[in-house]
């Protein structure tokens, strides 16, 4: 068939059109990163130069050195790893807080400039001043290890506000992720929070400090992790990501996809030989909705929940915890 120029004109231009098109709705992929862990710049064993290695070479893309009340500059290290492989450090601090003998730990994720603690007179009041604190300086705040010295209890966290992101797993060995002697496990807490109206995310984390020495009283990488759906790595993307929820939080379970929507959550697991899987679709009060031992474990809401979230564990002995689709 011949084409008249005209003709040749319009395909030609549709064919640009249709790549504009393209380009206004970016693909996304997932990336893999730690957003806590230490360095010689507080009580950490190694140079953040010798960490960000540590994490590039086992498959992260991304890493936040969250030292005590100090802000490490990453702008040098990014330059020297973003030149090896796509992997990006996302500037970050653990605002490092006491009331009493509680320790009020907050993370503050894409941070500009170096903060120290704010105090304050309760527990509440403490991780309050420092949220608002980070909040001002533009950085996305996060409750570490509520549990490490049962300093933080839910009664603590439902008096806080726009605090964003909770610890649910932490790989340190004496933060007591599962609760205990009546205290509330991790995902209780979460629970409680989010049936409380709390619009709060889950990350697992490493807390690492030992790079030097492996074993189980040390606090080691490799623990603990997020997944994050983005359009590119970038800190202004994983943040806008997870500051929107667009992620899960492991310690071991790998989802090959999560998927929310159609009145649906779906999950699709990535499974290893002889591993086998319990998915629990959790709603208000912490209540399972519904148990699935599928691979490809899905919910379909009835329109009565608050939040539908799932985690995932593993005969491994790890699990995967998914966001809450906040129903209403
Ligand atoms: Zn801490
Ligand atoms: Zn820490």
């Given amino acids: 068939m011949r084409l008249t120029w005209i003709a040749r004109f319009t395909f030609l231009s549709l064919l640009v059109l249709g790549a504009a098109v393209t380009q206004t709705r970016p693909a996304t992929r997932w990336y893999k990163g730690n957003l806590h862990t230490h360095t010689l710049n507080s009580d950490g064993d190694s140079t953040p130069h010798e960490v960000a290695t540590w994490y590039r070479e086992h498959g992260y893309q991304f890493l936040t050195l969250s030292d005590h009340n100090y ?70 705040p996060s409750l570490n290890h509520p549990n490490f ?3 933080v209890t839910k009664d603590d966290l439902l008096k806080v506000n726009n605090l964003g992101l909770l610890e649910v797993y932490n790989g340190h060995p004496t933060v007591n992720n599962v609760g205990g002697g009546g205290f ?5 807490m979460w629970d409680t929070l989010l049936t409380a109206g709390k619009r709060i995310h889950g990350i697992a984390v490493d807390d690492a400090h030992h790079f030097k ?37 492991s310690s071991g379970v790998v989802l090959e996809d999560v998927r929310t929507g159609g009145g649906e959550y779906r999950i ?47 005969s491994f002995g790890a699990s995967a915890w998914t966001q809450p689709l906040f129903a209403r």
């Fill in 71 to 140: 802000l490490t500059d990453v702008a040098g290290l990014n330059a020297v790893h973003a030149a090896r492989e796509r992997f990006l450090l996302i500037p970050g601090e653990e605002v490092t807080d006491r009331y009493g003998d509680k320790h009020v730990h907050v993370n503050a994720y894409n941070l500009s400039r170096e903060l120290q603690p704010r105090h304050g007179n309760s527990v509440a009041e403490t991780i309050q001043n420092n949220v608002d604190m980070i909040r001002q300086a533009m950085a996305m």
């Fill in 213 to 249: 020495k492996m074993g189980q009283e040390f606090s080691n990488p490799g623990k603990g992790w997020i997944q994050v759906r983005a359009s590119e790595l970038s800190a202004a993307a994983i943040s806008a990501a997870i500051e929107r929820g667009d992620f899960y939080a």
């Fill in 149 to 151: 010295h049962w300093s």
């Fill in 184 to 188: 509330q496990s991790l995902d209780e």
């Fill in 268 to 314: 699709t697991i990535k499974e290893r030989p002889t591993e086998r899987f319990t998915t629990y679709f959790i709603g208000d009060g912490g209540k399972v909705l519904a148990k699935s031992f599928d691979k490809k474990p899905a919910y379909r809401l009835t329109g009565s929940e608050r939040y539908v979230r799932a985690r995932v564990d593993s």
